[in-house]
């Protein structure tokens, strides 16, 4: 059966690997040919050399446009930048005007500039930072002298508490002439304990002046009160809104109401050209040589080459334990051998279920011989009985009598016995265990529990009674109810030695209905207790007469309990007793049960 099964597997795996590497030369050829596509397209719209790098050019001049308000005084330094890099560069206005060129050539019209030099509105990846405002842009916060001496004081007592603790502080002015005192180190010590700072840290009377401004100007951007608006050292909003939008809302006014308030003290904004001085038109074109085309060409099938190499490998290794799980599969039940779990993949997780499947399957096995051997042990004994009595009658050693009727009518009973439960089981199994449920009382089902099985209780010594029995109507099948009921108090009993006592005892705990068998008996051992509910199963491994039935029970008990949507717990001490706890629902599958009954107490008492 394996040696069929494996050439299915390796075609599988051999359309997976053609698969793969067709995948991959796609892939690959389909990347190499857009990489070739848009670089070239990208430089055939490039003017000049990329700006991006050196952007010296393009920081110079933002920096000259946050410290002048007009362009006039840039021409030399654009010349210097030229002449040192060897290119032409041209400034215009937003509207084409030419402010400066560096140098003679071709006209620029139609064409697409290197970077928009503004300082309010910062090209981010240019200036490589995330800033949308320079912040050389001081504008009116410039501080006058005597407020910047005054703070000059306030940062070098702040920094010589500092050194006092044994910190390593730095005095940077900022562009607005505002000293800031940092930390050359960092340190865990909560420096604003140590040394207060909230002098330093206060805006100037020039500065809240501007502040102030930006705040009214802020306020109608957000159609706010103006006094209900605070702008801090740091520019940012008091109140912060709580919510994400309001906070996008607000960080967006502040910004466009500093662009307002610093747009006179900048240069305007200007259109930036860098190209080559020497080429015969402005934009410059520019194609693959042969040498690079082969250059990717060869890239490419290097990369293609250790891209097959790769599928194959891994493909190799992927198949491995799929030949060896398939390999496991195929063996007989008798051959069957776990399979080396060896990743904690797909591939692991399938052979750890099939090492389980094969387990339970052994499982299975050996429970389905031991029911073999328990079946004809518990049909052989009534049916070896019968026998010897009608051998004995028939040979006249035994008379015809009431008696032996009664003994041959006791073993059929048992045999009858074995072969119901039986069907029992067989029907649970095959989903056909049926449940007639209907409205029922409670006490009427134990009642006749009790009556059943008060004779054998007696005769063995045993008292059995009910305790705590409420009237509690329900929805089930009191046919099987009682069943259920019956073989938990029939196996109680057998197992109580005499002088013992069997109690019943119901009531609600939550959602549920709890109907309990407790015993005096013997106790069940707690390695015993997974297996009670297991088919044939007894304590008494010698299955004599005197200790227990079929040991069909127990079974048949947790079929029914389930068939009713609830289970059976069982609790247990060798010596003390046990207790058996079924579990109903109080409302499963749309069952109900009503607890108490006013209309079940009235009709009892109105009948005594």
Partial sequence: MAAARVPPLRSLVMRLLATSVLIAVCAISATAWLAVQSTTRAIQQEQGRSLADDTSVYDALLEYAATHSEWSAAGTMIDQFADRLGRRITLMSEDRTLIHDSSDGPALEGTRPSATVDPLRINAGLAGSSDRIDPRVVGPYRIPAGERRSLDILAREHARCLRGYGLIPEIVVTPSGRPVVRLVTLDPKNTASLCPSADLLTPTRTEQTHLDRLAT????????????????LGFTIRPVPADEK??????????????????????????????????????????????NVLRICAVTAAVLAAAVLATVLVGRRLVRPLQ????????????????????????????TALNDLSARREELERQRKAMVSDIAHE???????????????????????????????????????????????????????RIHPEPVWLTDIIRQVTE??????????????????????????????????????GNAVRYTPPGGSVTLEAG???????????????GIAAEDLPRIFERFWRADASRTRGT?????????????????????????????????????????????????????????????
């Fill in 217 to 232: 100007l802020t306020a109608t951007c957000l159609n706010r009160d103006p006094q209900r608006v605070e702008i801090q």
């Fill in 246 to 291: 309001g906070r996008r809302a607000a960080e967006a006014c502040v910004l466009e109401a500093r662009q307002q308030q610093l747009a006179p003290y900048v240069a305007p904004p200007a259109l930036l050209f860098v190209t080559d001085p020497e080429a015969g038109v402005a934009q410059t074109a520019f194609n693959l040589s042969t040498a």
């Fill in 324 to 351: 060896e799980l398939t390999d496991a599969v195929g063996k007989s039940a008798a051959e069957q051998f776990r399979v080396p779990v060896r990743t904690q993949d797909e591939i692991g997780r399938l052979a």
């Fill in 379 to 433: 049909l052989r004994s009534p049916l070896t009985n019968i026998r010897s009595w009608l051998e004995a009658a028939q040979d006249g050693l035994a008379p015809a009598d009431a008696r032996l009727l009664s003994l041959l009518l006791d073993e059929a009973a048992q045999l009858q016995h074995v072969i119901d439960d039986l069907r029992d089981l067989a029907a649970a199994d095959a989903g056909r265990l």
């Fill in 452 to 489: 059943v099985h008060r004779g054998a209780a007696e005769a063995g010594g045993v008292v059995l009674h009910s305790a705590g029995i409420s009237d509690i109507e329900l929805f089930a099948d009191p046919v099987r109810l009682r069943q259920l009921l019956g073989n938990l108090v």
């Fill in 508 to 522: 609600l705990s939550g959602n549920h209905l709890l109907v309990t068998v407790t015993d005096t008996g013997i």
């Fill in 548 to 608: 227990g039935g079929s040991g069909l029970g127990l079974a048949i008990a947790r079929q029914l309990a389930q068939a009713h949507h609830g289970e059976i717990t069982v609790a247990s001490r060798p010596g003390t007793g046990s207790r058996f706890t079924v579990h109903l629902p109080t409302s499963a599958g749309g069952w109900p049960v009503s607890w108490p009954a006013p209309s079940r107490v009235d009709q009892t008492r109105s009948s005594a």
